[in-house]
């Protein structure tokens, strides 16, 4: 019986610090575009960029189709749709979101660079905190990917 008290307690302390932890964790200096790239991932398996050369960290970019700007727009409102997602930057050809998870609140940074010249759509997901995410940001970013695809506008384009 007692065993399960103290078990229960070592629980709640470590929930307790997890929440205290996500709590307390500020906004990375690093975030933006800097010589149009965005930036790299710290070398954790809690990061997916699709500029990483890691093979552990890449994800391919968003591929564009029609009109770049109409395509960055549709991306824009998926991310706003999103449960507990915040836009912080918003940009013709940048976009920044924090989205925080349901149970502890941990924040992780998502960002996006418009490459028009290139017809694609750069990303970046990154936790805040701890070294592993369990693959969290890489399912985002195809969860993401997969509802921008269905957005695209099913009419061919006439020559």
Known sequence: MIALWIAGGVLVLGAGALLVLS???????????QNGRLAECPGTPNCVSSQAAEPGEAIPPFAVSGDPGEAFARLRSIVAQEPRSRIVVDRDDYLHAEFTSRLFRFTDDVEFLLDPAGRVIHVRSASRVGRSDLGANRQRVEALRTRYQ?????????P
Not at 150 to 158: G, I, N, T
């Open 23 to 33: 709590l307390t964790a500020s906004r990375p200096e690093n975030l933006g575009v």
């Open 150 to 158: 269905q957005s695209a506008d099913p009419r061919p384009e006439r």
